[in-house]
């Protein structure tokens, strides 16, 4: 499951826990960018507190796990690479990146989306006010374009954003049932968030 995690909340996983179950996956792996090229970096927390966030937030689930793989390569991250890098790590595996139904309007514009297609099922979490009538098109045509395979994650209605936690907390207000008791702690403790400047 890749994304940025600015925080990680309540949003992912449920997301996660959900495809877990639903697609009967072995595990699944929660993957921060390293350098996103799609986010404003002056937004994005340091590497380090996103990680100890997501190792909070997932310690009690045993079939979830972390990878610092982006942080640690360096760069900018994309998908293409990402996935080809794991599929030569885990040769013996079937492999699904988990991402929002949003996301696949813009996939034709992500760099290589053929390569992604053919190493790799997407998963893809409806959230929001999308809706299947509107999603169905689309996966009609990346799999024509590009054979992609596309899953559908049946979730909670559960609307929260990692922007909507990171502006509540810009405005001194709780986000307490949005994001896991420690990750809530840690950011307290750390002060992190209280303004802008996210680093």
Known sequence: MGGTFNPVHYGHLLIAE???????????????????????????????HRMEMIKLAIADNAHFSLSDYEIKKGGVSYTYLTVSDFCAMYPDCELHFIMGADSLAYFDSWKHPEQISRQCMILAAVRDELNMDGLLPIRKTLYEK??????????????????????????????????????????????????????
């Open 146 to 199: 590009y054979g992609t395979r596309i899953g559908f994650i049946s979730t909670p209605n559960f609307s929260v954003s990692s922007r909507i936690i990171r502006k509540r907390l810009e405005e001194h207000r709780s986000v307490r049932y949005l994001v896991p008791d420690a990750v809530e702690q840690y950011i307290k403790t750390h002060q992190i968030y209280n303004d802008k400047d996210t680093r």
């Open 18 to 48: 959900n495809a877990y179950e639903q697609y009967n996956l072995d595990e699944v792996i929660f993957l921060p960018n390293g350098t996103s090229p799609h986010k404003d970096l002056s937004q994005i927390l340091s590497a380090g």
